[in-house]
């Protein structure tokens, strides 16, 4: 039962990161940070030092302010299950599987893999 439940919250949490994004999206808070970061980065506009301090501080408040309700996937937790099967060749089978690749018969396995 509890990992139904959290199964549930975790679908739940991310259709509230969805709503969101989606809601942020529409606020215009990213589009507006690439704006500021446009006409820093433009070199036929002068700007003066406060115009330059005004933009840095308001898009630093809107990068936290996305931060705040959407993490970094980088930070995202991933969950699951990781199943490893390890299968053991004997050296016979592993000779015998290597001549098969090779396309070598059994004359070749008297001579080509035999230590010498």
Known sequence: MGRDTAI???????VRQEA???QLSKGGHVQHIIDI??????????????DVQRLKA???I?????????????????????????KHEGLQDADT???????????ASNTALKPH
């Not at 549930?8 to 991310?14: G, I, Q, T």
């Not at 970061?37 to 406060?50: F, V």
């Open 8 to 14: 549930v919250k975790d679908r739940n949490r991310r």
């Open 20 to 22: 969101l994004r989606e």
């Open 37 to 50: 970061a446009n006409k820093l980065s433009d070199g036929d506009t002068i700007l003066e030092t406060i």
């Open 58 to 60: 308001a898009a630093d």
């Open 62 to 86: 809107k990068i936290k302010l996305i931060a705040k309700y959407i993490p970094d996937l980088k930070q995202t937790e991933i969950m699951g299950e990781i199943e490893h099967v390890h």
């Open 97 to 107: 599987r290597i001549r098969e690749i090779l396309g070598q018969g059994e004359a």
